[in-house]
């Protein structure tokens, strides 16, 4: 059974025998989770090993631990994805599809009564980001404000992160903010699942395509129980139970990853490298 677990110490050295999987809160709706640990537990019994769930609320902290091997395997955004294979060799398992596709996208989203119709719109407003390392929740927003030769802090009145899209579509919601930019998949998840806060926002633009946020494993894993992890994943939707834990999720499969699709993603973040901020 997969449960939840604390952060290694420092000393302590990821087990052989357990996996460490984490998904953080960051992938999807709380509500959302038990999905997940459902898919831990079906994979712990296809492989035949336990695996422990473990939850975090950073994509930072989920990085650190894959590159120091403290964590074994994660769902992990694309940006994180983009800095870990760079960073620490960091691998590609598998990319979930989900409502047809297997990119998704940011949406910027204001309350459903609110006069703004565009990003340029909400010049001098309050707005939410989520996680800074988030490509949907952050990256994008930042590079279009960049490419408005605008910054957050030159175009906001305000602006704060909430480290999750659910939080993120609440706060829309409430009116705490005027806009948020958050992930296409969680705004279509809950506006499928429980519309009780989507219902209360709009979307005012959306992205262009993203490679979807895959499953990642740390670097050095063994090869053949990589393999095994892989077959499981890729063969869920083919096995009755897998498939309902799948639908729970909204997934319809996994399928292999194409990194070409995260190119977009090391594209904005070069062009961000290399564009100093105006007013820096």
Request: charge should be negative; proline fraction near 8%; include cysteine.
């Amino acid at each position: 059974m997969t449960k939840t677990v604390p952060t290694p110490d420092p000393g302590q050295k990821t087990s052989s025998e357990v996996l460490r999987f984490a998904v953080g809160g960051m992938i999807t709706p709380r509500e959302g989770l038990v999905y997940y640990r459902a898919f831990l537990d079906y994979l712990a019994d296809k492989i035949g090993r336990p695996v422990e769930y473990v939850d975090k609320e950073s994509y930072a902290e989920i990085n650190d631990l894959l590159r120091e091997k403290k964590l074994d395997m994660a769902f992990v955004c694309s940006g994180p994805y983009v800095d870990g294979i760079e960073e620490f060799n960091l691998q590609p398992l598998a990319a979930p599809q989900a409502y047809g596709e297997s990119v998704y996208y940011s949406y910027v989203i204001v309350p459903a009564d609110s006069p703004v119709e565009n990003f340029a719109g909400l010049k001098g407003r309050k707005f939410a980001f989520t996680d800074p390392q988030s490509n949907t929740g952050t990256l994008v927003p930042t590079y279009m404000l960049a490419k408005m030769n605008e910054t957050p802090d030159s175009f906001f009145s305000s602006y704060e992160y909430t480290y999750a899209h659910d939080k993120s579509i609440k706060a829309v919601a409430m009116k705490l903010v005027d806009g948020a930019a958050v992930d296409s998949l969680i705004w279509e998840y809950a506006n499928r699942k429980d519309p009780v806060h989507t219902s209360k926002t709009k979307v005012i633009h959306k992205s262009p395509p993203y490679g979807i946020p895959p499953v990642a494993v740390r670097s050095a894993m063994d090869p053949e129980l990589l393999s095994r992890i892989r077959e499981v994943f890729l063969n869920a939707h083919r096995d009755p139970e897998g498939r309902e834990i799948l639908a729970g999720m909204m997934i319809e499969k996994f399928g292999p990853v194409e990194d070409s699709r995260y190119d977009s993603v090391r594209e904005m973040k070069t062009w961000l490298a290399k564009h100093k901020n105006p007013d820096q």
